[in-house]
């Protein structure tokens, strides 16, 4: 398994799409070098973007988060989440009427800014359904887990309505060793307790890579000129390579270094590289 120099891989590239988590930061804080590897990026003047499976806070917040960890460069033009996907599509699928959530009270941003009521699932009235015109899973905090998912399913049993969950990641990493349920693996668990499916955006969905694709400033740009970067097979890399993308795994979040060359095996997912992070020296 060679091991590449990430500073002589990004030179290759006019564009870099960043996952965040296991890539940019984890349960510490930054990954120790990589607010070096933004200096880089704006002192070569490359466009970067951060492709998240997060729909638990604003975009506004998200960028506001790596200043307070000492990135001022990355603002909210750079953000690409799964929640702003969601968002889209509710756009265009719910034109008024109460969409039911599960999620943080910051992720209700993205049923409100669309004029539409946003209702949590804990304030759901079962008895009172008519204005409800969608679900959202948007993020693994802000409920109750046994009560709210019994009403969840309760919902969806008396009322069909579109269920858009805008982070299918299953698990995420809070420790070296350890990791807990996302909104994923919850929602996968609801999706085959009723039979119904649900729509899904994030990871390795290509809609997220024609999503940041649209929003790269440089019209010339084609998919040979982009990277992605991550940590994850089946998510980053997978997706970045359904998308046609170059890609990069780096080892320092879910995929270690011990194992990355029996993982990349038993998946037949392939990264174009491979380094030990996305640090420069």
Not at 121 to 129: N, P, Q, Y
Not at 170 to 176: C, E, F, G, I
Not at 225 to 240: A, E, F, N, P
Request: proline fraction near 3%; charge should be negative.
């Amino acid at each position: 398994m060679k091991i590449h120099d990430f500073k002589s891989v990004i030179d290759k590239y006019k564009v870099i799409f960043f996952d965040a988590y296991g890539v940019l930061k984890n349960y510490n804080g930054l990954i120790p070098g990589v607010e070096k590897t933004f200096q880089y990026l704006k002192d070569t003047n490359k466009e970067f973007y951060i492709l998240t499976n997060d729909a638990s806070r604003k975009p506004q917040q998200l960028a506001d988060s790596y200043h307070q960890l000492g990135i001022p460069d990355i603002v909210v033009t750079n953000i690409i989440s799964s929640g702003m996907l969601a968002m889209d599509y509710l756009r265009q699928k719910v034109k008024k009427g109460k969409v039911v959530f599960l999620g943080t009270e910051d992720s209700a941003y993205y049923i409100e800014t669309l004029g539409l009521e946003a209702v949590p699932i804990s304030e759901l009235d079962l008895g009172h359904l008519s204005d409800i015109q969608a679900l959202a899973f948007l993020d693994d905090e802000g409920f109750d887990w046994k009560t709210d998912l019994n009403k969840t399913i309760n919902l969806l049993r008396r009322k069909n309505i579109p269920v858009i969950v805008a982070n299918t990641d299953a698990t995420y990493p809070v420790s070296k060793k350890e990791i807990a349920i996302a909104m994923g693996g919850l929602s996968a668990m609801i999706e085959s307790i009723v039979g119904k499916q649900f729509v899904g955006f994030g990871k390795p969905d290509s809609q997220m890579f024609i999503f940041a694709y649209d929003h790269i400033k440089n019209a010339a740009i084609e998919k040979k000129d982009i990277l992605m970067v991550g940590d994850t097979l089946h998510t980053d890399i997978l997706g970045g390579n359904k998308f046609g993308l170059d890609t990069v795994l780096v080892l320092s979040g879910n995929t270690q270094a011990e194992d990355a060359e029996v993982k990349i095996q038993s998946s037949g997912i392939i990264p174009t590289y491979i380094c030990e992070s996305a640090t420069v020296e």
